[in-house]
């Protein structure tokens, strides 16, 4: 919960949302081209991020396929011999 602490905080927050609602509703182009210059900074900066990771990565050996069984065997569960028998 927020206490007393947070009021001056949360009242500033609440005006500036407010403020940018309005200027939304009432000039759309100033809140949406930022939007998209930002939008498209961000997918241009984080593809080429990707293509550089992709470039750097090792290929994958010729010989390397996926094996049909695993290589651990499997751990076969055996009952446990109780100390306590009912008789």
Request: proline residues 11%.
């Amino acid at each position: 919960t927020l206490g007393p602490a947070e009021a001056g905080l949360l009242t500033t927050m609440a005006v500036v949302f407010v403020a940018v609602a309005v200027l939304a509703a009432w000039f759309p182009f100033v809140i949406a081209w930022p939007i998209a210059v930002l939008a498209a900074w961000m997918g241009v900066a984080w593809g080429v991020r990707g293509w550089r990771l992709w470039r750097q990565a090792p290929p994958a050996p010729a010989s390397a396929e996926t094996p049909k069984s695993s290589p651990v065997p499997a751990q076969t569960l055996e009952p446990q011999a109780s100390s306590e028998r009912k008789g």
